[in-house]
């Protein structure tokens, strides 16, 4: 495939959706899109989605995805932060500073294109579009995932994952003037073994709450006491992170039943564990050969 020059190109509203570890497979798509002539002109994201889309837009992807590559499962897990009894687990300091000295903060305003991180407001339960301020407290409130991390407090709201409402935010592109409108979804029905998926459904009911889930417990264990209590605890997670990735899918095939993107990136539910973050190099092969298999299924130009 021969890329377009610039003045073939076609532009882009990307909307990246929320799903944890699958949301590396948006760096792939970033890529595709980019090596294909597609020019990204505006971004939407919810979660990870969020996290992705935010730092591309501040031009700093490279440094993520080196950084995210290098990672391993013992890195994830002293970069959580314990709380204290404050509607989550983790405080998620730990993380959002990392990413702020690898990277750098910057206000929204300042990016070369329009952002916006879709996080949940606990009390009115309605969405909040946060295109404006701090990038990383933008992304910070985006990432809120119920249990795990705690909520955040802006401007008098308590916001969560914007996952909860709107797991595949298209709407904030409504009055985006952009050629194509293009969707990851990742809350996409579950492969089968042979279809390169990673887990079976079997599997992917644990949710590979493997190692990475047992160096957490061992984390919490330092600042606990009781096991049965601690057991009962994490099984409660364990259970709450089903549940919030099952109504996540359901929600995000009623959204794109309403209104559908010009090309929906399909990524299976059981492609990795929600905490896999050292499953990035599968998981960007996969978004690349996603993004490619999309278009060349639509009519749409590639």
């Known amino acids: 495939m021969s890329k377009k020059t610039e003045q073939q190109k076609q532009t882009v509203s990307l ?16 890529h595709w899109l980019e090596e294909s002539g597609y020019e990204i002109k505006s971004i939407s994201g ?38 204290w009894g404050n509607g989550g687990i983790f405080k998620g300091d730990k993380v959002i500073d990392t990413l702020k000295n690898l990277i750098g903060d910057t206000q929204i305003e300042n990016l070369p294109m329009p952002f916006t991180a879709v996080a949940a407001d606990m009390v009115t339960q309605k969405e909040v579009w946060i295109n404006k301020g701090s990038l990383f407290d933008a992304i910070r409130a985006s990432i809120s995932l119920p249990l795990f991390f705690t909520p955040v407090k802006r401007k008098g709201k308590l916001l969560i994952d914007g996952g909860v409402l709107n797991p595949v935010p298209i709407a904030p592109t409504f009055d985006d003037h952009t050629d194509l409108t293009i969707a990851v979804n990742l809350g996409a029905p579950l492969l089968k073994e042979n279809e390169e998926a990673s887990q079976t459904e079997e599997e992917v009911e644990k949710e590979g709450w493997g190692k990475f889930q047992q160096n957490i417990k061992k984390f919490i264990d330092k600042y606990s006491s009781g096991e049965d209590a601690q ?63 999309a278009f060349a299924t639509s009519n749409k130009i590639v």
């Open 15 to 30: 909307v990246l959706g929320s799903g944890g570890a699958r949301g590396l497979a948006h760096i792939g798509v970033i």
């Open 46 to 83: 919810c979660s990870i989605g969020a996290m992705v889309g935010g730092v591309y837009a501040a031009g700093k992807l490279n440094e993520l995805e080196d950084w995210m590559c290098s990672i391993t499962k013992m890195d994830m897990a002293n970069l959580l932060d314990i709380s």
């Open 231 to 293: 057991e009962k605890d994490w099984s409660m997670y364990q259970i709450a992170d089903r549940a919030f990735d099952t109504m996540q899918s359901s929600i995000a095939r009623m959204k794109i039943a309403t209104y559908p993107p010009d090309v929906e990136i399909k990524i299976a539910r059981n492609s990795c564990g929600t905490l896999d973050f050292d499953r990035t190099e599968h998981m960007i092969k996969l978004g690349y050969k996603r993004a490619q298999e």
